[in-house]
C-alpha cells in the first residue's frame, strides 16, 4: 500500500526544515510542518550523507534528527577522522549516532559507494563548490552551508549547473530569513525610518596570509590532501585547521587561498547565487568522462605516426623516435578537470600532457599546416619540473619565471598521478596530490581557450636507436560549465 501524500517523505520539506530549525529553534518559531506525523513505512526515508562533521555540522545534525521520520543520516565523510567521533558523541539523543554511520575521509568516493537521495555540506568555503557541483551530477539534493562559493564565477557556474541537472539545493542563509531580520526589512521598506539616504555597511579586509608557519606533523587520522582540496595544498599546521574550528570556515578558506602568490587578490565570497525562496543555488560539472578504458583508443588520433603509441597490458605506450610524437583527443575541451596516471621508463625521457592544445597553424599567406601547439605540462625525471606549465611549439613557459622552482614530486619509474584544473585563465596543477602550478594568465587564455589533449613523447636525438618509453592509464576528464 502506498503511503498518503501527506507522509510521503520530501526532499524539498526536508532540506527546508534543516535550515528552519537551525535557525528558529531558539525562537520557538518552528513550522508546525516539520513536527508532521510520521511513516509507518521504513523504507519511505530519504538517504543522507554529510560532508564536513565540525562545529556547524552538531547543529545541522540535531536538526536533522528532528526529522527522523523522514530522513536518516547514513555516511558522514570528514577528512579528519576523530572529528566524526566527536559529532557522535554530540548526537546523544540520537542512540543510531555514529554506530550506524559509515565513514570517509574522501567525499568523492563516499558518493561511489552510497545511495544517497541528498547531501549536507558543512565544509570550509573553499571546498562547497566543489562537492556540491559532483553531489548534483550525481543526481543528489543538496543543503549547504554559507558561503556557498568563494568566488562569482564559481556562483555562476554553480547556478547553470543546478538547472541543468535539475536538483533542489538551500543554502542556510538564515540571516535573510529569520522574523526578526523580515520585520526589520519590512519596517524600512514601508517607511518605518521615513526616507534612508545614507547606508553605513562593515568592509572585512579580511584575514592575513597562511605564512611564517613552520611544517608541523599531520596528526593521525587527518587526509591533509582532501582538507586542501582545491585549495593550494600548504604544509600541514595546527592554526591552519584549528582556526576552522574555533573561528570559523570561513577564516580558514582565506588563510590557504591568500598565499604570497595570492596576497593582493581579492575573493568576495558569494551569498547570493540564485534565487530559490532567498536561497541559493549551485553546481558547475558533469560526471567523469573515461577517455581510455584500457582496450581501444577510440576517440583518440595520434599526430604523426601511429606506430609510436600502442595498448601493451591495459596502458598506452608510447615509444620514442627522433620526433617529438603526439597522441590528441579529437574532442576539444575548454573549462575542466582532468586525471592520469603516468610513468616514465626511462629518466632521459621528457613527456608531457598538452591541455587547450591547436593541432594546425597558418602561414602570413593564409596556408594551414600540421602543427601541435598550446600549454603543456610537463613530465620529467625527479628533481625537475614536472607539473610547470610551458608554451608548446612557442618556445615560452607560462608557469612565472619566479615560480619555476625545481622539484621531486614525480617519483622516477613508478606510476604517479596528475591532476589538472582549468578554469578560465586559471591552471592548476598536482602530482600525486601535491600542488606544483598555480598560473593565471590571460594572455595564453585569450589564444588558447580551448583545444584537446595531447600525451606527448618528446623526440630523443642522442642515440635514438634506443627506443625510450613512457605508459599512461587512468585517462579521464570532468567538463566545467563555462560561467557568464
Known amino acids: 500500500m502506498n503511503p498518503s501524500p501527506q507522509n510521503n517523505p520530501s526532499r524539498r520539506t526536508v532540506l527546508k526544515s534543516i535550515g528552519a530549525t537551525t535557525t528558529l529553534a531558539a525562537s520557538g518559531l518552528l513550522p508546525s510542518s516539520i513536527y508532521a506525523a510520521p511513516s509507518t513505512l521504513a523504507n519511505d ?31 558522514v565523510c570528514d577528512c579528519y577522522l576523530p572529528q566524526i567521533d566527536a559529532l557522535a558523541a554530540d548526537n546523544k539523543s540520537n542512540p543510531k549516532a555514529g554506530a550506524a554511520w559509515k565513514r570517509y575521509q574522501n567525499y568523492e568516493q563516499m558518493f561511489d559507494q552510497e545511495e544517497f537521495d541528498a547531501v549536507i555540506i558543512a565544509t570550509p568555503d573553499h571546498v562547497r563548490v566543489r562537492a556540491a557541483i559532483i553531489a548534483c551530477a550525481k543526481g543528489l539534493d543538496v543543503y ?82 582532501r582538507f586542501c582540496d582545491q585549495a593550494p595544498l600548504l604544509d600541514y599546521h595546527e592554526q591552519l585547521h584549528r582556526r576552522c574550528l574555533a573561528k570559523g570556515a570561513s577564516m580558514l578558506s582565506h588563510l590557504l587561498y591568500r598565499s604570497d602568490r595570492t596576497k593582493n587578490q581579492r575573493y568576495i565570497p558569494t551569498f547570493a547565487i540564485i534565487a530559490i525562496s532567498l536561497c541559493c543555488g549551485t553546481a558547475f560539472a558533469d560526471d567523469w568522462t573515461i577517455l581510455f578504458d584500457g582496450n581501444n583508443l577510440d576517440g583518440w588520433k595520434a599526430s604523426r605516426d601511429n606506430t609510436q603509441f600502442a595498448i ?41 600532457v598538452q591541455i587547450r592544445t591547436s593541432l ?93 589533449i595531447a600525451l606527448q613523447v618528446h623526440g630523443v636525438q642522442n642515440a635514438p636507436e634506443n627506443a625510450r618509453h613512457v605508459s599512461f592509464r587512468s585517462i579521464r576528464v570532468r567538463q566545467i560549465e563555462a560561467t557568464e
Not at 602570413?364 to 600540421?370: F, N
Open 45 to 75: 526515508k530519504l538517504r543522507v550523507g554529510l560532508i564536513g562533521a565540525g562545529n556547524r555540522a552538531k547543529w545541522l545534525t540535531r536538526a536533522l534528527s528532528r526529522e527522523s521520520h523522514r530522513a536518516e543520516l547514513v555516511a
Open 144 to 225: 549547504a552551508e554559507k558561503p556557498l562559493s568563494f568566488s562569482i564565477p564559481e556562483g555562476r557556474a554553480l547556478v547553470k549547473s543546478v538547472r541543468k541537472h535539475k536538483r533542489i539545493l538551500q543554502v542556510g542563509t538564515q540571516q535573510r530569513s529569520t522574523a526578526n531580520n523580515q520585520y526589520s526589512c519590512k519596517f524600512v521598506r514601508d517607511g518605518g525610518l521615513g526616507k534612508v539616504h545614507t547606508i553605513h555597511v562593515m568592509n572585512y579586509s579580511g584575514s592575513r596570509g597562511a605564512t611564517g608557519l613552520e611544517k608541523q606533523a599531520v596528526p593521525e587520522g587527518m587526509n591533509w590532501n
Open 312 to 352: 601493451v597490458d591495459g596502458v598506452i605506450l608510447g615509444t620514442s623516435s627522433s620526433q617529438t610524437q603526439f597522441l590528441h583527443t579529437v574532442e576539444s575541451y575548454g573549462d575542466f578537470e582532468l586525471e592520469l596516471d603516468v610513468k616514465l621508463h626511462d629518466t632521459d625521457l621528457n613527456s608531457g
Open 360 to 452: 594546425t597553424r597558418s602561414s602570413d599567406k593564409g596556408q594551414s599546416r600540421e602543427s601541435i601547439h598550446g600549454p603543456q605540462v610537463d613530465l620529467g625525471k625527479s628533481p625537475g619540473r614536472s607539473g610547470h606549465l610551458f608554451n608548446q611549439g612557442n618556445g615560452a613557459r607560462i608557469t612565472p619565471k619566479e615560480d619555476l622552482t625545481r622539484n621531486e614530486r614525480m617519483t622516477n619509474g613508478e606510476w604517479n598521478k596528475l591532476s589538472v584544473l582549468a578554469v578560465g585563465p586559471r591552471i592548476q596543477t598536482w602530482i600525486n596530490g601535491k600542488q606544483v602550478a598555480d598560473v593565471t594568465d590571460n594572455e595564453s587564455y585569450a589564444r588558447y581557450p580551448s583545444g584537446v
